[in-house]
């Protein structure tokens, strides 16, 4: 469990991106294999899809979680600003 948080810190937009396109690719085979009639591939292709786009939308709401606390962040340190420029006004 800890190396998978530890994988997690590593993970780029650039991964992201590349999962994204894998997922795209793959989907892309699901619907060629289904023109084509290929059960066995479609099933296998699909799999795939349900793997993929389940680290997918883990990513991308991990990055989303991070760039929330971010902007926390930078909004407690401008009030926090704020609040010292305020008092040194008074005195």
Do not use: C, P
Not at 17 to 27: D, T
Not at 70 to 80: F, I, T, V, Y
Request: aromatic share 4%; no cysteine.
């Amino acid at each position: 469990m800890a190396e998978t948080k530890a994988q997690a810190w590593m993970i780029t937009d650039e991964d992201l991106q590349e999962l994204e396109g894998l997922l795209k690719e793959l989907r892309d085979r699901v619907d060629k294999a289904h023109d084509d009639g290929r059960i066995y591939m479609m099933q296998q292709y699909t799999t795939l899809v349900a793997t993929v786009s389940s680290e997918v939308r883990k990513v991308r709401n991990r990055f989303d979680r991070e760039s929330i606390a971010a902007m926390r962040r930078a909004h407690k340190e401008l009030k926090l600003n704020a609040r010292g420029e305020a008092s040194d006004e008074e005195e």
